[in-house]
Antibody, heavy 119, light 106 residues
């Protein structure tokens, strides 16, 4: 069974940092591109970032570029999102999502982890 | 930046057909994907490559994409189909979601 389990969310002050993790199992992690997608409370889905299978290619939404860094460890079957200079508008549930290849859809999602940016 | 537009809400009676549109510039030149999100749950892929259904998705879900509009159609809508639905496409290497449509079955 494919599983993606996010962790690392919590309450952080504006300007602070947080590192999210996504532990995966049930599939060959190194074969899949991975993504972070977020959802602000009561709002729609927003793609945040993606990373290729070997970390050669990384992409970011304009709203987070320069502040967030996506990474992965294929030996640990894990995906990460380092979030710096956090703002109130970054408050959201953050999902990790699997993607078979460039241009493919998100075919499996985690349960999400809530990040709240507030003083 | 590329944008996808969906109606905020659609209502349908049980057993009837629901259609949810997603519009974007030359969307028909891209693949459209559709996700279902029930309250308190993570999104689930229900249509990929415009019209294909992943394993486990009921046959009543179908999709099409042409011109500037992609459409998700649910035939014989059931109460369990009440959820938020999001279209999604790729604009180069950037993922883009529509704003979502709340489907009410009443």
């Amino acid at each position: 069974e494919v599983q993606l389990v996010e962790s690392g969310g919590g309450l952080v002050k504006p300007g602070g940092s947080l590192r999210l993790s996504c532990a995966t199992s049930g599939f060959t992690f190194s074969y899949y591109a991975m993504n972070w997608v977020r959802q602000a409370p009561g709002k729609g889905l927003e793609w945040v970032s993606s990373i290729s299978t070997t970390s050669s290619f990384v992409y970011y939404a304009d709203s987070v570029r320069g502040r967030f860094t996506i990474s992965r460890d294929n030996a640990k079957n894990s995906l990460y999102l380092q979030m710096n200079s956090l703002r109130a508008e970054d408050t959201a549930v953050y999902y990790c999502a699997r993607q078979r290849d460039y241009g493919d859809p998100f075919d499996s999602w985690g349960q999400g982890t809530l990040v709240t940016v507030s003083s | 930046s590329y944008e996808l537009t969906q109606p905020p809400s659609v209502s349908v009676s049980p057993g009837q057909t629901a259609s949810i549109a997603c519009s974007g510039d030359k969307l028909g030149d891209k693949y459209a994907y559709w996700y279902q999100q029930r309250p308190g749950q993570s999104p689930v892929l229900v249509i990929y490559q415009n019209s294909k259904r992943p394993s486990g998705i009921p046959e009543r879900f179908s999709g099409s994409n042409s011109g500037n509009t992609a459409t998700l159609t649910i035939s014989g809508t059931q109460a369990m189909d009440e959820a938020d639905y999001y279209c999604q496409a790729w604009d180069g290497s950037t993922g883009v979601f529509g704003g979502g449509t709340k489907l009410t079955v009443l």
